[in-house]
């Protein structure tokens, strides 16, 4: 069964989502989150996920403050009131 | 675009990269952005640049997803925003690298400082372009709000 969570926007993404700052999803997954904000917002797909259709290596993304890739990534499963961010790598040189 | 900075926090920022040389030093721009592209800088947040424990740190900075996140959730309680990166170029110019480029985001900006011989010396700022084939430059005003 679906749920209600909270998908946090860094500000680099929210030209992206209507300037936006969280948006409310209905989701069973994290993959299935972000799918529905990507479809919702189209603009913010580019910059998270590659032409391959993975998430780009760059973009990391938190579940109640643990990374995804600690639990079972896209397909983690979600429970009412769960925070997802999207957190951008920071690196340069 | 303009990117405004209290003289004080560039102040620090100066001391923060002279103090990290010769390993690059790096932090967050924290402030609030306008319309137009303007913002404005009250203060910065430093980070550890999490090369220098891979021994990479004289041409690379990279910075913690887990302190993203502890930042932008200290500074949403306060209404405030990262703006995006300072970081210093130890004896290179304060212009953005291929590196810089290839892992840069749209919307932040990149406040760059060349430390020669350790003292801080040319700040400039950049803002990835649309297309992401290259920077443009923000004019960097220093001032009092």
Redesign the interface.
Known sequence: MSTSVTI?I??????SVAGL?EVSVEAKTVGEALGVLTSTHQRVKG?LYGEDGRLRS?V?I?LN?R?IRELEREATPLAAGDEI?I??????? | MTLRIEPSVLEAIRGALEAAYPA?G?GFLVGE?GENGEAVVRRHEPVHNQRVEAGSAR?????A?GD??TT??KL?REGL???G?Y?SHPDHPAK??E??RE??????R?LIISVELGVARDVRVWQLADDRMGFEEHTLNVGDS
């Open positions: 946090l860094p500000s680099a993404l929210r030209p700052v910059h760059f990391n938190y403050d990374d961010a957190v951008p790598s920071m690196a340069g040189g | 690059e790096c952005a041409n690379r900075y990279e910075i997803p993203f996140l932008e959730k949403r925003d990262i703006l990166t970081h953005p690298s590196y810089d892992h840069a985001w749209p919307w932040y990149y």
